[in-house]
């Protein structure tokens, strides 16, 4: 079994966005076919394509307003899973690290 990627968590209160993106990879500049939106202000970001590989983050756009309890976005309590060592969280969902990182950056 894989190892669960280990997000690198960035907020940024100005451009109102949380980026979540494994040690080591960046969001900017990557193709469309990598994004599997779930909703117009929540996105995974996969390895490759987003229906062939594994996610290795996320972003959540307009953050301060993001409803995590939406239904559009209910899948973001269930897996992929990952680890968010920023936040001391380990095998968690992306609904546990944006409920973390308001915790930690407020909305």
Same mark, same amino acid.
């Given at each position: 079994? !894989?190892? &669960? ?5 960035? #907020?940024? =209160?100005?451009?109102? $966005?949380l980026s979540a993106?494994?040690? *080591? ?17 929540? !996105?995974? &970001? ?5 229906? #062939?590989? =594994?996610?290795?983050? $996320? ?5 301060? *307003?993001f409803d995590p ?14 680890? !968010?060592?920023?936040l001391g969280l ?15 950056? *407020?909305?």
């Amino acid at each position: 079994m !894989a190892e &669960l990627p280990r997000l690198y968590i960035s #907020h940024d =209160p100005d451009h109102d $966005f949380l980026s979540a993106i494994e040690f *080591g990879r960046v969001d900017d500049g990557q193709p469309a076919e990598r994004w599997a939106a779930l909703s117009d202000d929540f !996105a995974y &970001l996969h390895l490759g394509a987003a229906d #062939h590989s =594994p996610p290795v983050g $996320f972003k959540v756009l307009r953050f301060g *307003g993001f409803d995590p309890e939406a239904e559009e976005v209910e899948r973001i309590w269930e897996k992929p899973l990952f680890h !968010a060592p920023q936040l001391g969280l380990l095998d968690a969902s992306a609904g546990e690290i944006i409920l973390a990182a308001r915790g930690l950056y *407020g909305d």
